[in-house]
């Protein structure tokens, strides 16, 4: 099975815009779509992109994903930052037998 | 509206089996591609899944926790029963349910509130 990597922590100011990647350890980033979800601090995760770039109803287009083969990563980009952004940001995939993973999360901090 | 809500015991002494229920409402688990899974989350850690079973009886475990896991379903009761074997202290977190929906890829559209289970003697 692979892994999803994350860096454990973001931090950005209000207004700005950031971008949390998720790279995978083995197997191409193309081999199956990546979502992410959010998951606000005592609350359930919410999903916030899933195939690869694609925002539910509901998602405001401030948040879009993309996959890069070169870097073997996945990327959430939030722009406009708002306070309520602040939370956790995990990362997901699934493999060729369809077993899932989850990435080990990012904490997004809007200071 | 859909809905998802996990039951069971809060506090499991080590070695004992959990079973947790997930009954959910607004969909049915008969509809084709439709699943529900199983996450957990220990305190302050991140999320890892554990299993999921799809509307046609296929059933998906993390590989690490295969032998200890087995999940269930009861579609006139609209629920979904994962159990898990020989529980420890590391076990202890909060499990969530969440839903695979009928169509798009393999993620979870609808979740639960999740349920804090506690392993300790």
């Known amino acids: 099975n692979f892994m999803l990597t994350q860096p454990h922590s973001v931090s950005e100011s209000p207004g700005k815009t950031v971008t949390i990647s998720c790279t995978r350890n083995s197997g191409g980033i193309g081999n199956s779509y990546v979502q992410w979800y959010q998951q606000r601090p005592g609350s359930s995760?919410?999903?916030v992109i899933y195939e690869d770039n694609q925002r539910p109803?509901?998602?405001p287009d401030r948040f879009s994903g993309s996959i890069d083969r070169s870097s073997n990563s996945a990327s959430?980009?939030?722009?406009?930052?708002?306070?309520?952004?602040?939370?956790?940001?995990?990362?997901?995939?699934y493999d060729s037998t369809n077993r899932w993973v989850?990435?080990?999360?990012?904490?997004?901090t809007v200071l | 509206q859909i809905t998802l809500k996990e039951s069971?015991?809060?506090l499991v002494k080590p070695t004992q089996t959990l079973t947790l229920t997930c009954t959910f409402s607004g969909f049915s688990l008969t509809t084709s591609r439709v699943g529900v899974g199983w996450i957990r989350q220990p305190p302050g850690k991140a999320l890892e899944w554990l299993a999921l079973i799809y509307w046609d009886d296929d059933e998906r475990y993390s590989p690490s926790l295969k032998s200890r896991l087995t999940i269930t379903k009861d579609t006139s009761k609209n629920q979904v029963v994962l159990t898990m074997t020989n529980m420890d202290p590391v076990?202890?977190?909060?499990?969530?349910?969440?839903?695979?929906?009928?169509?798009?890829?393999?993620?979870?559209?609808?979740?639960?509130?999740?349920t804090l289970v506690t392993v300790s003697s």
């Open chain 2, 8 to 10: 069971g015991p809060t």
């Open chain 2, 91 to 114: 076990d202890t977190a909060t499990y969530f349910c969440a839903r695979r929906p009928p169509t798009g890829t393999l993620y979870f559209d609808y979740w639960g509130q999740g």
């Open chain 1, 57 to 59: 109803s509901g998602v």
């Open chain 1, 102 to 108: 989850f990435g080990g999360g990012t904490k997004l």
């Open chain 1, 45 to 47: 995760p919410t999903i």
């Open chain 1, 76 to 93: 959430l980009t939030i722009s406009g930052l708002r306070t309520e952004d602040e939370a956790d940001y995990y990362c997901q995939s």
